[in-house]
């Protein structure tokens, strides 16, 4: 049974670029989270994608967006890229409807370094 | 606002030492709590959760956790650590009619071996 996979494994972009990232969800799970971990910080909720609509917004600006395509797979966007931004990244699927009673899995995240 | 504070930044334990790593949140409401671990290298895993009913929870590896709802409080416990414990802990809350999960700033422990 796959678990959540995350594309690329790292990444340096130079900053004002743009970078996409990719998720997979778990098998079965229908939901996608993405957060944002700086280093020695906790994860920070980015958003969640559910029926390919953006459900919930953290704290973040216009800058970061999102898809979810119809097979539950989703791209996390970041447009002109800040020193900032330099963080891992980590996808998270769920089942909506369960969500009250369930826990989210985690991939193993993409490391985002921005120069 | 939703929040998680976990009152250990950086824990330093020798083998078979007890731990015991503190956890609050802020939320008036009903709750969903977790621990998760992050071992070097690898990615978040769940430890335990608490959903409703017992409030003294046991998750893997000889953890567990009680949930005081009059102390907003959810502290993970073991009562001797090993030094494949080494890693990295936080602490999360899902709130009732949200989907998304808080997360504290999470406790780096070191086990001596």
């Known amino acids: 049974d796959a678990g959540v996979t995350q594309s690329p494994t790292h990444l340096i972009k130079t900053r004002g670029q743009q970078v996409t990232l990719r998720c997979s969800p778990k098998?079965?799970?229908?939901?996608v989270s993405w957060y944002q971990q700086a280093l020695g910080q906790g994860p920070q909720f980015i958003f969640q994608y559910y029926e390919e609509e953006e459900r919930q917004r953290g704290n973040f600006p216009d800058r970061f967006s999102g898809h979810q395509f119809p097979n539950y797979s989703s791209e996390l966007n970041v447009n002109a890229l800040l020193l900032g931004d330099s963080a891992l990244y980590l996808c998270a699927s769920s089942l909506y409807m369960s969500a009250l009673n369930t826990e989210a899995f985690f991939g193993q995240g993409t490391r985002l370094t921005v120069v | 606002a939703q929040s998680v504070s976990q009152h250990n930044h950086h824990v330093i334990l020798s083998e078979a030492a007890s731990l015991e790593l503190g956890c609050n949140y802020s939320?008036?409401?009903?709750?969903?709590l977790f621990w998760y671990v992050q071992y070097p290298g690898q990615h978040l895993q769940l430890l335990l959760k608490y959903f409703s009913g017992d409030p003294l929870v046991k998750g893997i590896k000889g953890f567990e956790a009680e949930f005081i709802k009059s102390k907003f409080s959810f502290n993970l416990r073991k009562p001797s650590v090993q030094w494949s414990d080494t890693a990295e802990y936080f602490c999360?809350?899902?709130?009732?009619?949200?989907?998304?999960?808080?997360f504290g700033a999470g406790t780096r422990l070191f086990v001596k071996a």
């Open positions: 999360a809350v899902i709130s009732t009619g949200g989907f998304k999960t808080i």
């Open positions: 098998s079965g799970h229908d939901t």
């Open positions: 939320y008036g409401g009903t709750v969903n």
